[in-house]
């Protein structure tokens, strides 16, 4: 009876205690997503960067600048003028014009001036007449003049060469104006492109925050619980800092911008054209066609199997003499002035002739021609499989923009109609931020389709080694009035 009694008892206290915990672990759970513990998740105004107090402010002295506005023609100018790549390609100019003078110089007449003393003692005649014979032999100047008539092609021969090797530094020079070009106008595309991120970072804060204060009047309702404003909160404080990233890429792309153009100190600016799409027609078989005939390294291609060449010839006549006049008239003898001489007359000068030396540099000349023909080769191979792959590209990123922008189209739809629901109480706040997310994304793929597409253009063009015609049109972007803008530009 007693143990009876006693398990009674048991069994009421434990009934008792499970029905405190579940009393206490439903308060729990009618409380959860109502409270926060400030402790563990601070709001994002607590968090947010703080001056420091001080009681003298800072003043920022100097004048007020003016931001101004810069195009692709306004950097492309700024490249060609100030970019060190173009000035040292232009010295090489300048220093290969020397060469060619220096080669002509040889059909031009040597002077050369003389003065000196002299004591000779001849041991010959010393020794047959038994005594020391000294002479004092005294110059007080002689002045020879010599010209060289004919060397049988030999400085014509150097004259070629040094005139071909200008050639190619002009054609080099091209090439380096080609690839500053490409590298401004994809840096260029890439800083429009980060200007463009940085309007839908904005954007999105702007939404964040409209999704915020929604979420918040909810809560205040009694409708929603603080879980969804908590959802809010991070979703801003996540929109803001991608704003922030958004504005550092811009100063990022700002710096490469200068330094392609020559400019690493230039001021803050802004970009006067937005990132548009700008079609080009042009087939594959054309691009090639175009390459031929402007593609800096097809033309230096052939200079260099030329002057290869002309470097055969110029070892061949390693054999061939000199035809020169000379003159030289002294004043001089046992005094300064004593006496005066002169002579004059025309030579014919054979080199001296090591036969193997001369048979091994022709051997080597005739080497390295059949390299150049072969390099030659090979570059155009290259040539005609970068503009293949250049051209694919274009069509590959040209295919991609109406795509992007119909996902655009799509992912606004589809946001507009979850924030609608989410308005009057319909939707959740996990459906509308993956709608917002999508939504983001959708914004960002389409203006890097255009960056890449616009990017894949620069790259063709390089590779053609001209510019193509202009003809921008900008897309119609969704709620918005239809724009189109129609130019062309020969270039």
Same mark, same amino acid.
Request: positive net charge; contains cysteine; charged residues 25%.
């Given at each position: 009876?007693?143990?009876?009694?006693?398990?009674?008892?048991?069994?009421?206290?434990?009934?008792?205690? &499970?029905?405190?915990? $579940?009393?206490?672990?439903?308060?729990?759970?009618?409380?959860?997503?109502?409270?926060?513990?400030?402790?563990?998740?601070?709001?994002?105004? *607590?968090?947010?960067?703080?001056?420091?107090?001080?009681?003298?402010?800072?003043?920022?002295?100097?004048?007020?600048?003016?931001?101004? *506005?810069?195009?692709?023609?306004?950097?492309?100018?700024?490249?060609?003028?100030?970019?060190?790549?173009?000035?040292?390609?232009?010295?090489?100019?300048?220093?290969?014009?020397?060469?060619?003078?220096?080669?002509?110089?040889?059909? %031009?007449?040597?002077?050369?001036?003389?003065?000196?003393?002299?004591?000779?003692?001849?041991?010959?005649?010393?020794?047959?007449?038994?005594?020391?014979?000294? %002479?004092?032999?005294?110059?007080?100047?002689?002045?020879?003049?010599?010209?060289?008539?004919?060397?049988?092609?030999?400085?014509?021969?150097?004259?070629?060469?040094?005139?071909?090797?200008?050639?190619?530094?002009?054609?080099?020079?091209?090439?380096?104006?080609?690839?500053?070009?490409?590298?401004?106008?994809?840096?260029?595309?890439?800083?429009?492109?980060?200007?463009?991120?940085?309007?839908?970072?904005?954007?999105?804060?702007?939404?964040?925050?409209?999704?915020?204060?929604?979420?918040?009047? %909810?809560?205040?309702?009694?409708?929603?619980?603080?879980? *969804?404003?908590?959802?809010?909160?991070?979703?801003?404080?996540?929109?803001?800092?991608?704003?922030?990233?958004?504005?550092?890429?811009?100063?990022?792309?700002?710096?490469?911008?200068?330094?392609?153009?020559?400019?690493?100190?230039?001021?803050?600016?802004?970009?006067?054209?937005?990132?548009?799409?700008?079609?080009?027609?042009?087939?594959? *078989?054309?691009?090639?066609?175009?390459?031929?005939?402007?593609?800096?390294?097809?033309?230096?291609?052939?200079?260099?199997?030329?002057?290869?060449?002309?470097?055969?010839?110029?070892?061949?006549?390693?054999?061939?003499?000199?035809?020169?006049?000379?003159?030289?008239?002294?004043?001089?003898?046992?005094?300064?002035?004593?006496?005066?001489?002169?002579?004059?007359?025309?030579?014919?000068?054979?080199?001296?002739?090591?036969?193997?030396?001369?048979?091994?540099?022709?051997?080597?000349?005739?080497? %390295?021609?059949?390299?150049?023909?072969?390099?030659?080769?090979?570059?155009?191979?290259?040539?005609?499989?970068?503009?293949?792959?250049?051209?694919?590209?274009?069509?590959?990123?040209?295919?991609?923009?109406?795509?992007?922008?119909?996902?655009?189209?799509?992912?606004?739809?589809?946001?507009?109609?979850?924030?609608?629901?989410?308005?009057?109480?319909?939707? &959740?706040?996990?459906?509308?931020? $993956?709608?917002?997310?999508?939504?983001?994304?959708?914004?960002?793929?389409?203006?890097?389709?255009?960056?890449?597409?616009?990017?894949?253009?620069?790259?063709?063009?390089?590779?053609?080694?001209?510019?193509?015609?202009?003809? $921008?049109?900008?897309?119609?972007?969704?709620?918005?009035?239809?724009?189109?803008?129609?130019?062309?530009?020969?270039?």
């Amino acid at each position: 009876m007693n143990k009876l009694k006693f398990l009674t008892v048991l069994v009421l206290i434990l009934l008792l205690f &499970n029905q405190t915990a $579940e009393a206490a672990l439903f308060g729990k759970s009618q409380a959860l997503g109502n409270e926060i513990q400030k402790e563990e998740y601070p709001d994002s105004i *607590d968090v947010e960067p703080k001056l420091e107090e001080s009681s003298e402010k800072v003043v920022i002295k100097g004048g007020v600048q003016e931001t101004m *506005d810069v195009s692709l023609e306004d950097c492309l100018r700024y490249a060609l003028g100030n970019n060190p790549r173009i000035q040292a390609a232009m010295q090489d100019i300048f220093a290969s014009d020397a060469r060619i003078k220096q080669a002509w110089s040889a059909y %031009f007449p040597q002077f050369s001036w003389q003065t000196g003393y002299t004591k000779i003692k001849q041991l010959q005649l010393s020794d047959a007449l038994g005594q020391n014979l000294i %002479f004092n032999y005294y110059v007080l100047g002689q002045i020879t003049a010599s010209q060289m008539l004919y060397d049988f092609g030999v400085t014509q021969n150097q004259v070629t060469i040094q005139k071909l090797a200008n050639k190619g530094y002009k054609i080099a020079l091209t090439g380096t104006v080609n690839d500053i070009v490409c590298e401004v106008k994809k840096a260029y595309y890439n800083l429009q492109y980060a200007f463009e991120a940085k309007k839908v970072a904005e954007e999105m804060v702007q939404r964040y925050e409209a999704f915020y204060n929604q979420a918040k009047a %909810f809560y205040m309702a009694g409708t929603s619980p603080k879980v *969804d404003v908590t959802i809010a909160e991070v979703n801003l404080s996540n929109a803001k800092l991608m704003l922030i990233q958004a504005e550092n890429a811009i100063e990022i792309a700002m710096a490469k911008l200068n330094n392609t153009m020559g400019l690493p100190y230039a001021n803050r600016y802004n970009i006067s054209e937005n990132l548009k799409y700008n079609p080009c027609n042009i087939t594959l *078989d054309e691009a090639i066609g175009v390459a031929r005939e402007s593609r800096p390294e097809f033309q230096l291609a052939e200079v260099k199997v030329e002057e290869a060449r002309q470097n055969v010839k110029l070892v061949k006549k390693s054999y061939f003499p000199k035809l020169t006049v000379e003159g030289q008239y002294q004043v001089g003898g046992k005094t300064f002035v004593s006496n005066y001489g002169y002579n004059y007359g025309g030579y014919l000068n054979f080199p001296t002739v090591n036969g193997m030396l001369i048979r091994n540099q022709i051997k080597e000349a005739k080497a %390295f021609y059949s390299k150049e023909q072969a390099t030659a080769i090979n570059t155009k191979n290259n040539i005609y499989y970068e503009i293949q792959q250049a051209f694919f590209n274009l069509v590959e990123r040209k295919s991609s923009i109406p795509v992007a922008f119909l996902g655009l189209k799509q992912a606004k739809e589809n946001y507009e109609l979850s924030y609608g629901r989410y308005k009057v109480g319909v939707g &959740n706040p996990v459906e509308l931020k $993956e709608a917002q997310v999508q939504y983001q994304d959708a914004m960002l793929k389409y203006y890097n389709s255009l960056y890449q597409f616009n990017a894949a253009r620069a790259e063709l063009e390089k590779y053609i080694g001209k510019n193509l015609s202009n003809d $921008e049109v900008e897309l119609e972007m969704p709620d918005s009035k239809k724009k189109k803008r129609g130019s062309k530009k020969n270039s």
